[in-house]
């Protein structure tokens, strides 16, 4: 069975960092680009960041300079650091994780909410 688990978000001020964190189990982490994504209401999902095994990483202009995605596959676990955070940061955060090669995979965590106000 499948599972991923985010922890690490929370209320935060305007200007503050939060550390999300994602632990996968049920899959072979190292073959899946693992991404978060967020979702504000009345706003569709948007990808925020990702990574593949290795370096390759991919972000929102939004965030760029500002959140960090990295994974551990020895704890099969990818982070996401978010400093500076912004109002507009306000979402639930979803991780994602995608098999790279065929048969395709696609599974998704349960989110958690991100709120920045002061």
């Known amino acids: 069975q499948v599972q991923l688990v985010e922890s690490g978000g929370g209320l935060v001020q305007p200007g503050g960092s939060l550390r999300l964190s994602c632990a996968a189990s049920?899959?072979?982490?190292?073959?899946?680009?693992m991404g978060w994504y967020r979702q504000a209401p009345g706003k569709q999902r948007e990808l925020v960041a990702a990574?593949?095994?290795?370096?390759?990483?991919d972000y929102a202009g939004s965030v760029k300079g500002r959140f960090t995605i990295s994974r551990d596959n020895a704890k099969n676990t990818v982070y996401l650091q978010m400093n500076s955070l912004k109002p507009e940061d306000t979402a639930v955060y979803y991780c994602?994780?995608?098999?790279?090669?065929?048969?395709?995979?696609?599974?998704w965590g349960q989110g958690t909410q991100v709120t920045v106000s002061s």
């Open positions: 994602n994780a995608r098999k790279v090669l065929l048969p395709l995979r696609d599974y």
């Open positions: 049920g899959i072979i982490f190292s073959a899946y680009a």
């Open positions: 990574i593949i095994s290795g370096d390759g990483t």
